[in-house]
């Protein structure tokens, strides 16, 4: 098991960037795939990013590519997801996860451990 933290979340205007980090502790986190997920009021939790466990390997939803960019420093236990031209439509709480493959990244059911989560809120 891993325990994950994430941090970075806050108000921005549309347009703007934010950075969120997910800082795991627990078992050696550079065997995890790490994904991004986020949850909107009345809505269904969505999948944002994914990242392997080199960093080399992405994926991203067509809601958000070419706007977020995942990394991580796997030194630090670290997974970014760096938010450029935010939209109101972004606003939600953003959860970090892990999980052991790259298999069904999108489902966030594979993933075991999952962060508390950080609001995100883009004011038009």
């Known amino acids: 098991q891993v325990q994950l933290v994430e941090s970075g979340g806050g108000l921005v205007q549309a347009g703007g960037s934010l950075r969120l980090s997910c800082v795991a502790s627990?078992?050696?986190?550079?065997?995890?795939?790490v994904g991004w997920f986020r949850q909107a009021p009345r809505k269904e939790r969505e999948f944002v990013s994914a990242i392997g466990w080199s960093g080399v390997s992405t994926r991203y939803a067509d809601s958000v590519k070419g706007r977020f960019t995942i990394s991580r420093d796997n030194a630090k236990n670290t997974v970014y997801l760096q938010m450029n031209s935010l939209k109101p439509e972004d606003t939600a709480v953003y959860y970090c996860?892990?999980?052991?493959?790259?298999?069904?990244?999108?489902?966030?059911?594979?993933?075991?451990?999952w962060g508390q989560g950080t609001q995100v809120t883009v004011s038009s």
């Open positions: 996860a892990a999980k052991n493959s790259f298999s069904n990244y999108v489902t966030g059911d594979e993933y075991a451990d």
């Open positions: 627990g078992r050696t986190f550079d065997n995890y795939v």
